[in-house]
């Protein structure tokens, strides 16, 4: 069973950066579609970023400010989140699919983690 640990998460500034990462164990997740949802109070969950064997996805929201990454040596997907801001406040959870064709839909990912709390300050 693979278990997902993200980390990384925390408060900065407006305009700041922060780096999430997603540590996999219990199985390889290098073949997988990975995926950063995130879910803030009161909303429901967008799929923010995803990486798969069919290409990339970046939500509309986070577009050329979020990069995605993977390190399958490691084991390890990273979000790289740049010029954040205030409405990016949320519960960032990393997912992955049995699968390796990446899709959008949270539902799709089979495994997650418990999620790490990313707050923006204006």
């Known amino acids: 069973q693979v278990q997902l640990v993200e980390s990384g998460g925390g408060l900065v500034q407006a305009g700041g950066s922060l780096r999430l990462s997603c540590a996999a164990s219990g199985g390889a997740i290098g073949n997988s579609a990975v995926g950063w949802i995130r879910q803030a109070p009161g909303k429901e969950r967008e799929f923010v970023a995803g990486r798969g064997e069919n290409g990339v996805y970046y939500s509309e929201s986070v577009k050329k400010r979020f990069s995605i990454t993977r390190d399958s040596d490691k084991n390890m997907v990273y979000l790289q989140m740049n010029e954040l801001k205030p409405e990016d406040t949320a519960v960032y959870f990393c997912?992955?699919?049995?699968?390796?064709?990446?899709?959008?839909?949270?539902?799709?990912?089979?495994?997650w983690g418990r999620g790490t709390q990313v707050t923006v300050s204006s």
């Open positions: 997912a992955a699919r049995a699968s390796a064709v990446l899709t959008s839909v949270p539902s799709t990912y089979k495994y």
